[in-house]
Structure formats: C-alpha cells, structure tokens
C-alpha cells in the first residue's frame, strides 16, 4: 500500500469512527429499548456533546429517530403491560423506568438569551413520556402492596395506597407549575403543552376517581389566572370540570 493510500484510509477510518461516535449510544435499530437503553442514550445526551454542538431534536431529519425512539412510551409500554409477566418484575421495570425518566428531564432544558426553550419539543415530549410511565408505574406498585397484604383492606395497607396516589397526583402538579415559565414556549409550545394536560390529565383522574384532587384544583385556579394562552386556559378548564363532575371530590 502507498505512503498516499495508507494515509487515504486511516483518515476515511477516523471520519467514520468520528462521524459515529454520537450514535454509538442510540440503538434506533432496536424494536424497543430497555432501561439499559435509556441509560446509555441519557449519559450520551448529556455528555457526549459539545456545549455549543445540537442535541438530536424532531426538527433535524438525520437525528429525529433518535429522540423519536428516546421518547416512545411503547419502551416501557411493552414491558410493563404484559400481563404474561410477574407482578413483581414489571413493578421493578417500572421502578428502573423511572429512575431512567427522572434523568432524562434534565436533558432538553437549554434556553436562549431570550430564555425561550431551544427544544420545546422534545422537553413536553420527555414530559408526557414521564406522566405515562407513571400512571403505570404507581398503579403497578399499588398492586404488589395489595399482592402482599394479609388484609388489602387494613387501614395500613390503604393509607400506603392512598399516600402514592397523593405522590402521583402531586407529580403530576408539577407539570401545571410549567406555566410559569410559560413565556419561554412559543404557540407551537404551548398547544402541545395544553395536549399533555388534555391526553394524560383525565387518565389520572379516571385511574383514581375517589383520590384527594383539592390541591390540584387549587393549582389549576392558580395557573388559569396565569395563563395567556387560551388553548392551557381551555385545557385546565377542562380537568377541573371533569374532577367537579366526579362524586364529592375531596
């Protein structure tokens, strides 16, 4: 080989390990991911970029199968719904997923000097992931504790239930407290922030139609004043009307 080819390949061979190193951490060939999977793609994420270098995002074509596959509920979905599983492993996938999630919301948080969000989309598309993973999860932690109760109905066993509902419900007020930094969304934002409200808000409620919903009620009158934007405006209006139609809401 000559002093001109052998440099030819080690350089084609240096372009090709650099032009592959950010997807090194991305198995988009995969089906579904695990929370392996997560792991790996969050620690890349978060790590593996420049500071001045763009993240993948659903507006570049080359990268957009990437935070596709990053935030599709089907990965836990097909784990955590299979009913051909164990109780106790699909509550300890549940559990890992979490974890997972808990790292991811850090990811897409970057904002400009204008501190409008620079991923808006992918941040509300983490987020929704995280409300729909948690309605699974919660539940499935609430069915072991009733799994193992000698008495399911012991005031012990109830309050254990009724203190994760109270956590769900309060996780799920976060996602309200967004609205205060509602200005950083554009309207595109804002009407996907007002769909996350609209799809996994009346899951909530009708998962757990008897729980404690006063303080998301008082959380929704809150950010209803604070909202300019109609369609959140319309969304809150909406979940409150469906938690006062619920039988003497607590």
Not at 22 to 40: G, I, Q, T
Not at 99 to 104: A, F, L, Y
Not at 202 to 219: F, T
Request: aromatic share 10%; glycine share 4%; hydrophobic share 35%.
């Amino acid at each position: 080989m000559t002093r001109i080819n052998l440099f030819l390949f080690s350089l084609l061979a240096l372009l090709l390990t650099s032009c592959g190193s950010n997807d090194m951490n991305f198995p988009v060939e995969k089906r579904y991911w695990d929370h392996l999977d997560y792991a790996d793609a969050t620690r890349e994420l978060k790590y593996g970029y420049e500071k001045d270098e763009k993240l993948p995002s659903f507006k570049d074509p080359e990268t957009r199968i990437i935070v596709e596959k990053y935030t599709d509920p089907q990965n836990f979905n097909v784990v955590l719904d299979d009913a051909e599983l164990g109780l106790k492993h699909r509550n300890n996938m549940a559990s890992k997923f979490f974890e997972r999630w808990r790292d991811m919301t850090t990811v897409y948080r970057a904002t400009d000097r204008k501190d409008n969000y620079l991923y808006e989309e992918e941040l509300l598309k983490v987020e929704h992931f995280g409300m729909g993973l948690q309605l699974k999860y919660f539940k499935l932690g609430n069915d072991v504790i009733l799994n193992n109760a000698d008495d399911p109905n012991s005031k012990t066993v109830q309050n254990n239930i009724n203190s994760n509902i109270d956590t769900l419900i309060e996780n799920f007020n976060l996602y309200l407290d967004e609205i205060d930094d509602e200005k950083a969304f554009s309207e595109e934002g804002k009407a996907l922030f007002a769909q996350g409200i609209d799809i996994y808000f009346p899951k909530l409620v009708a998962q757990n139609p008897d729980a404690k919903y006063s303080g998301m009620l008082r959380k929704i009158e809150l950010m209803h004043k604070k909202s300019e934007s109609q369609k959140i405006k319309t969304a809150l209006t909406n979940v409150k009307n469906l938690i006062d139609s619920k039988k003497d809401p607590i």
